[in-house]
């Protein structure tokens, strides 16, 4: 007689809320008490000085992480967002030029693009590891693409070798928001280097974190340039630094203070064991629901780690022959409150759909600059609109800190929800 399921009344497989995720200790307690103690919480100047920069340990924190990553140059932001808006800035784009961009990212990526006017264009994702598809971003290559923004979606690489070749083919920019991928390896180089500029978030939701912040890593010493000056009020402040153009390039304040940086250095240490937590959960977890019917794990392509921001699976809705969404009910009555129908279209926002971003008058699609054809319309990302409307189950990893009891516990809800299907038809 199997057990009463808890969303029909049933006693839950998990009765109390697992830990959350920390990643922080007394160690950056520690770093921050030290900044504190000096009274100096924030040190760039905004005038040509030395401390345009920043303080201390904002450009230890820099060396550290591109120590780390292996890149040439870190700037340290107060956002993956703000981040984000820099690396578009950094390219020196025109308004109505267009950047290939993922549904499947937070909104920040592609409103990033926006910002400067210039125009996202959506390509579909594999349905492999959910990230930009090579063929479908060649399909939507016209005379007004720059670049493509590519995410790292949910602790994967996106298919480096086939975007790089394509943005070597039509001479683009490559731009990869691994805010979800820090320390992930593509073919042993770590994923958010392989694009001419890469961004990591370190808001508190993800593997590390200052509260809020951002690191921008390239190996371009004129991209770097151009990322501290809009970084730091660029245009008004830096006329003595003696750059040749300081247009285009909107300064703003994305300063990252010295305790988040003092912190950092410290999480940055954290990162391989932390990371390596997450590998353990998500194998786990794998190992005992890969036997569910209809269930399709993760998949980690060949010479890939994934990191596991997400844990994200695929339902064959006629394998299981229940909706989605009465699963995610039942799973969620169980206990597993950290797992969710679907992933976010970003195409399917009002913005995109309104295509109004400034004012009213539709700008900028409406600005003589743009393609006048751009469409945002239901179907441009099937792959993409179908995991979303109809198969994507997805379990949050960085949410909550589990011992391998726990765990096992998550896996006996999930194989109590497989053996009541029928009552969920
Ligand atoms: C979290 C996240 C961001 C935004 O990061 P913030 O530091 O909160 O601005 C951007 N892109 C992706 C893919 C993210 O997951």
Redesign the pocket.
Known sequence: MPKKLALHGGTPVISRSFPHYRSFGKEELKAAEKVIQTGVLSKYLGAWHEDFYGGPEVRSFEEDWSAFFQTKHAVAVN???SG?VAAVGALGLEPGDEVIVSPW??S??ATAILFWNAIPVFADIESETFNLCPQSIEKNITSKTRAILV?DIFGHSADRDAINAIAKKHDLWVIE?A??SPGAKCKGQYVGTWGDIGIF???Y??HIHTG?G?VCVTNDPKLCDRMQLIRNHAEAVVGPKGTADLSNMLGMNFRMCEIEAAMGREQLQKLERLVQERIEVADHLSHRLRDLPGITVPTVKPDNTHVYYCYPMVMDPNVVRAARAKVVQALQAEGVSNVYNGYMNVHLLPMYQKKIAFGSKGFPWTSDFARKDISYAKGICPTAEVLHAETLLNFHVCVFQYTKQELDSVIEAFQKVWTNLEELK
Do not use: I, P, R, Y
């Open positions: 956002s993956a967002t984000l990212t937070m920040a990526t995410t928001d805010s979800q978030s370190l808001n939701h993800k809020e951002g």
